[in-house]
């Protein structure tokens, strides 16, 4: 018998199929690439690729629009939020359009969410980013891997951009850990497994908290409670096989 290949630290690869059981994707869509890696049309290629990966068919997709985590940001408000409304009306308009020419699609499976939206439906969110900001100001290496992550994405390390990378990794562990159920006509809070999904590679600060699981938070039925799928590269990151120190991005 041929011995199965051990995987080794920071070895990659696609998914070959979804858990047979009811599951939900997360895309979750940036503002600043709403409009070209994310865009509708793009966004359908990426589904077209994962259905492949679907044995059993109860498997739903929540897009969680990132709109009000860019108030972060320096700018006027007001003209952001009018500039954010008309990006996510637009954005899931041009998604259906898309759907009604591909009526093999499920419509229910779909869900579209504000960022807003999936803050309200966690309990005890503040005092999870509370206590996260305090981890975070005592912990050295969280601050050396979020500063690495702010100076790839080539901004400014200050406590605009410290308290967006931090509100956005928060969302996307407690989603895989079970604490946000989504609102979804075809799956009705039923689903097992959990997976976030962006084109792109994952930050190095959200590695270490799902490593660190300052939490203790567990979530034994979502195989994927410590992943991330690569929509551009097409990987699966099990962040439990990550090596920070060793890892390039």
């Keep these: 018998m041929e011995k199965k290949k051990q995987i080794q630290k920071n070895e990659f690869f696609d998914i070959n199929k979804f858990p047979a059981k009811e599951g939900m994707l997360i895309f979750g869509i940036s503002m600043s690439k709403i409009s070209s890696l994310q865009n509708a049309k793009k966004c359908f290629s990426y589904i077209e690729e994962l259905t492949k990966k679907v044995k059993y068919p109860y498997v739903g997709l929540t897009f969680l629009y990132s709109d009000n985590l860019y108030f972060y940001q320096k700018g006027d408000a007001v003209k952001l939020n009018k500039k954010f409304q008309q990006l996510m009306i637009s954005h899931k308009n041009e998604f259906q359009k898309i759907l009604n020419k591909n009526l093999w699609y499920i419509r229910d499976s779909f869900g579209f969410i504000t960022w807003n939206q999936a803050l309200i439906e966690i309990k005890n969110f503040m005092n999870y980013f509370s206590e996260l900001k305090d981890i975070y100001n005592k912990d050295k290496t969280f601050q050396k891997y979020l500063e690495e992550d702010i100076k790839e994405s080539k901004k400014k390390i200050d406590e605009e951009n410290v308290l967006f990378i931090l509100e956005e990794i928060l969302i996307f562990y407690l989603a895989s850990k079970g604490k946000l159920k989504f609102q979804n006509k ?64």
Excluded at 196 to 210: A, V
Excluded at 215 to 223: I, V, Y
């Design 186 to 249: 075809y799956l009705n809070g039923k689903e097992k497994w959990v997976l976030w999904c962006y084109p792109g590679k994952p930050l190095k600060s959200e590695i270490y908290l799902y490593q660190k699981n300052f939490f203790e938070l567990e979530n034994k039925e979502n195989n994927y409670e410590n992943c991330y799928y690569d929509l551009s590269e097409k990987r699966l990151y099990n962040y439990y096989n990550v090596d920070l120190e060793t890892l390039k991005l």
